[in-house]
């Protein structure tokens, strides 16, 4: 019988007298972010520094109390659920910028720092954490380490565990875990750091982190541009990416269904874009100057467009008109609006396979209702999809698994993944075990029982 | 007591008929490479799969015999010696590519592909693994995963971790772990592939590989440019990295003792340069063509000249020269020509405190033995330097240690590595306890006791 959360909330306010601490009525009148049950736990611990996390996560283990953490609240995977009897430590209130050091080119933060605040604090010395996506105003950097977070820039700059240079942990136990170095080259045994990575807060709740930073070029030229599949798209991407007068700086592919539906509810106008196009093509890339790499964006356009076919394109003529391109991209809240519930997917499948997937997703789906289809869009040049399953309404359990076996069907056998960025959280628990890898659960569980033997991290998630 | 390692050749030709096996007579005419104690076991399995691997290491946990991985054996601190009653695996057998998809950008190898033989199969579709290094004849792409293989585009790509998409390893149960996942974005849970990055072979065999590749860009332009200090290459280097039209593709310092002695061994003219420079920086950039390269290169340090008070330069004029420079820095066996058995290290810094670490290093020497010095050269956009001490003959064991120390200190502290691409192996065992990071070792150890409780792989190395 765990203590009641207003009780857990007195105590707790008794052991960590400098820790703010929230019971039940405050937590209700706060947002509970992308998922209702992540307040289920009714008390949340916001501590200010990596030693108060430690104290409380002490109490915590001596009580053998559930801790579960939490960063912006945004994953869409309900990573971040609580339940009655376990305490929310929140990272809201880390959010110091330590460090930005332009000359070994490294950021220091806080757990609870978003990415737009150090997009922020970079900017001025030139420089950029080198990740980039939608929710860059909520998600804390915390919180991508622990999905191991991707965006529009991986394909190029890799993935949240590619920038993380070091980071301090507070483990299961109340230790912490202190790895904050500050360069790429370290070659020194395993590298227990890269554990806490896409863990999702199983095995230690990130505190700090030291992140590379890169270059960031301002002077850029966007573009839209039908295709009549995803190879031509990569063609596209193939042939910007191989010059070296340029630099990709994002390539998002939006299928039919999605542009229109995106464009219509954003009144953007498509007038230039053919009929029957497959999909469009979103991509930005940046050059010594904007004109510079609107011209050479321009006359690579005109190279290909005999040569693949291209169905119609326009390039920004301002920032303004950039950033309404981009927002047919990332402003796809319109899907929740049009279709409520719609089962949503993300993930990774090699950018040569793609065709064939969604292709083959879309039988799937007819065949099991001919009134299924799907919205898909996602980052070309790695092969990241997001995928939401529309035209189905009132779905029982089994049309969900119906639905995520045509999503998931035959993607580990392509090398792929059932999740690219987003995490496994709770909604994906099935997916993790019926396609995950096997060998890999395994061997996590193995870490996860030496790591938190008592089982007091994020408890009934990843690893499972 | 051990069975001899004829009677263990013998027995394992009996069990796995397919596999070569060399004993000890064989073996003593062939080159153990970089130590001598490489062969010590006196017996060598040379598997061609990786289930040949998993057949012979289930064989060695029946009979508790230990097991040493080895690829190209020129790995620097010992990593690969054996010992009398352990069985050697080599993958040199193992040399397949597999798979180079430039749809998807990625190679599959088997274990003993060499880096070079890598890139010389990527090169045809314009793509390079984006990891380079000096021993790239030699260094296998497993033995690079073994150490988180680091070299002369780390500043940019990462290291080793950071182009490895998927693996297949051995277990020292002989099971096998198999994630030969081919794309970037992938969170599921605790990636425990990256625990045998960096691992040293002591938590599995790596027998294959899938690997990240980059656009290969053979428009270039090198320059060797002499300058005051790190710092001031740091400027230059900081200068072309921000330049759209330009990528960098290596930048290496060398410091006046070494440049000075490589230029003499190498026949090398350095009129060009001025006598008190404290350094050279060679650098080299690509563009679209190699003449855009060579100009933007020329006109960028006709800038820099004044403002950072450079001590001369030289731009190679032919692919020739160019290769000559390169000589310059990477054909460095002359230090132990000059000085056999000079101490040798491999220490990451954070660029920005480069200089003060120098000339730290050098009085710290100085003040053991007026006559010390050091040969110090290396990456210096990530901070990687090689060092060589010099000066010191007929080393006691508590002169080497006094050395260690002077220069390991306070690196841990900056937030740097006592070891950046080299690893542990046996040489460094002393500095991966003394200055290694001891949460990271304790957590390692927990690993290494979850997943080889008998201690057969790799004993006696890391994570000890």
Redo the contacts between chains.
Sequence with gaps: MPPPAETLAARLKDIAAEVAIIGPQALAERHPGEHPGNFGAGVMALPTSTEMVAEIVRFCASEMIGVVPQGGRTGLVGGGISTPGELIVSTEKMTEIELI?P????AIVQAGVTLQALQEAAAPY?LTPGIDLAARGSATIAGMVS????GIL??RN??M??QVL?LEAVLPDG?????????????????????F????G??GIVTRI?LRLE?L?T?RATALVGVKDA?TA?AVVGHF???????LEGAELMWAQFIRDSASVHGFDLGWLDEGTAAVLLFEV???TAELAAETLESGLETLWEELGLDGGIVARSLDQSRKFWELREDSDFIYRLHPGAPSFDV??????LDTYVVALAARLRTIDPAWGAYVYG?IA???LHISVTGANELTDADKERIEDAVYAGIRG???????????GLEKRRA?IAY??A???A??Q??????DPDNLFNRGK??Y
Tied chains: 1, 2.
């Design positions: 050091d000359a070994t080119r490294i030139g999905t191991n977070a991707g991986a394909f890799g993935v565990r590619h070091g230790t912490v875990f202190s790895d904050l170095t500050e360069v790429v080259k370290v070659s020194a045994g395993p590298d227990m750091k890269q554990m990575i896409g863990a999702e199983a095995l030291v270059t070029r002077a190879a990569l990416r191989s010059q070296p007068a340029l630099m940046s050059a010594e990774s499948i090699p950018p040569g396979e980052h790695d092969g990241n392509l090398g792929g993944s059932f999740s690219a960025e987003h995490g496994a993790y995950g890898n060998e890999r659960r061997l996590a193995a870490l996860k029982r030496a790591i990843v690893p």
